[in-house]
C-alpha cells in the first residue's frame, strides 16, 4: 500500500495565524483526502483534492478558511487559516488505492491553536 | 445517506477477555466494510476489511464478518492483549468517500 508522509507532526500556533499541512505520497495516487478529526471525536471529510482541479468541498467547509492545493499527482497541502482555538484538531491526509480498497492515512498532524 | 453506527465507549477489558465492538450500517448498496484503529498519538491504520457479504476479514487476531442481512460488521478478538488499547473505527466505503463510526476507545488492563 501506498506509505504517506505528512508534516508537520504537530504544531501549536497563535489565533489568527494560518499553518500550512504537507502531504507526500510515494506513488502517484488521482485522489487526496483531507480529513479532521476533533478531540474525542471521529473523523470527517473536509475536501477532497484531485489534481489539476479545484478540490471539492464537503458541507461546512469552505476555500477561503481551508485552502487546498494539488500540483501533482504525489503531493496535496491544506492550509487551516486564520485560526482559532475550535480549529485545533488533528488533520489527517488519506488516498484511495483501488475501487475495494479502504483509505490509507498518513500520521496526522495535532493542530492546538492558543 | 450512508452511515455507520458504532456501540459507545468507553470498553474496559482485563487482558486474555473476549472483545466484541458492534458496528452497524446503512447504505444503499453493496459498500465495503473497513475496521481501522489508531493507537495513542498515532494516525489510522487499516486492521482489516471484508468487501462482499459472508466476507470475513481478519488480522491480528481481529476477525469481524460482513452480515448483509443484518447490515452489520461486528469486531472480535478472542483474547485481547495491553498493546490492543486503542480507538476502534468501523468504515463503510460506497463510492466516495470513506464514512466512519464514531470510534470506540478500548482498554485493556492487566
Known amino acids: 500500500s501506498a506509505v504517506i508522509s505528512q508534516k508537520p507532526s504537530r504544531d501549536i500556533c497563535q489565533r489568527g495565524t494560518s499553518l500550512t499541512i504537507q502531504c507526500q505520497v510515494d506513488?502517484?495516487?488521482?485522489?487526496m483526502f483531507w480529513y479532521r478529526q476533533q478531540p474525542g471525536q471521529s473523523l470527517t471529510l473536509i475536501a477532497t483534492?484531485?489534481?489539476?482541479?479545484?478540490?471539492?468541498?464537503e458541507s461546512g467547509f469552505v476555500i477561503d478558511k481551508f485552502p487546498i492545493s494539488r500540483p501533482n499527482l504525489t503531493f496535496s497541502t491544506l492550509t487551516v487559516s486564520n485560526m482559532s482555538p475550535e480549529d485545533s484538531s488533528i488533520y489527517l491526509c488519506?488516498?484511495?488505492?483501488?475501487?475495494?480498497?479502504?483509505?490509507?492515512f498518513g500520521s496526522g498532524t495535532r493542530l492546538t491553536v492558543v | 445517506g450512508n452511515s455507520v453506527t458504532q456501540m459507545e465507549g468507553p470498553v474496559t477489558l482485563s487482558e486474555e477477555a473476549f472483545l466484541t465492538i458492534n458496528c452497524t450500517y446503512t447504505?444503499?448498496?453493496?459498500?465495503?466494510l473497513f475496521w481501522y484503529v489508531q493507537y495513542p498519538g498515532e494516525g489510522l491504520q487499516l486492521l482489516l476489511k471484508?468487501?462482499?457479504?459472508?466476507d470475513k476479514g481478519s488480522n491480528k487476531g481481529f476477525e469481524a464478518t460482513y452480515r448483509k442481512e443484518t447490515t452489520s460488521f461486528h469486531l472480535e478478538k478472542g483474547s485481547v492483549q495491553v498493546s490492543d488499547s486503542a480507538v476502534y473505527f468501523c468504515?463503510?466505503?460506497?463510492?466516495?468517500?470513506?464514512?466512519f463510526g464514531k470510534g470506540t476507545r478500548l482498554s485493556v488492563i492487566a
Open positions: 447504505a444503499t448498496g453493496y459498500p465495503s
Open positions: 488519506s488516498v484511495r488505492q483501488g475501487v475495494s480498497y479502504g483509505y490509507t
Open positions: 506513488s502517484q495516487v488521482t485522489m
Open positions: 471484508a468487501t462482499k457479504a459472508d
Open positions: 468504515a463503510l466505503l460506497e463510492g466516495t468517500p470513506l464514512v
Open positions: 483534492a484531485n489534481q489539476g482541479s479545484e478540490a471539492t468541498y
